[in-house]
């Protein structure tokens, strides 16, 4: 089966990542929103949509 390279680098930088909190997402979620805050970027959330059960 093919493998694409950059795929493989995103799953191990991935990896990378999460081991450096020792698989904690609580700890991985709060890394993640400092990130967000440090960066220049502006971040948008989007309401949720509500689904009809009719």
């Known amino acids: 089966m093919w493998e694409d390279p950059i795929i493989e680098e995103i799953r191990q930088t991935r990896e990378a990542h999460c081991r450096q909190f020792n ?3 609580k700890a991985i ?3 993640l929103k400092a990130q ?3 960066s220049k ?3 948008v959330s ?3 949509k509500k689904i009809s059960l009719v």
């Open 23 to 25: 698989y904690d997402l």
């Open 46 to 48: 989007y309401t949720p």
């Open 41 to 43: 970027r502006q971040f």
């Open 29 to 31: 979620y709060q890394d």
């Open 36 to 38: 967000e805050k440090k």
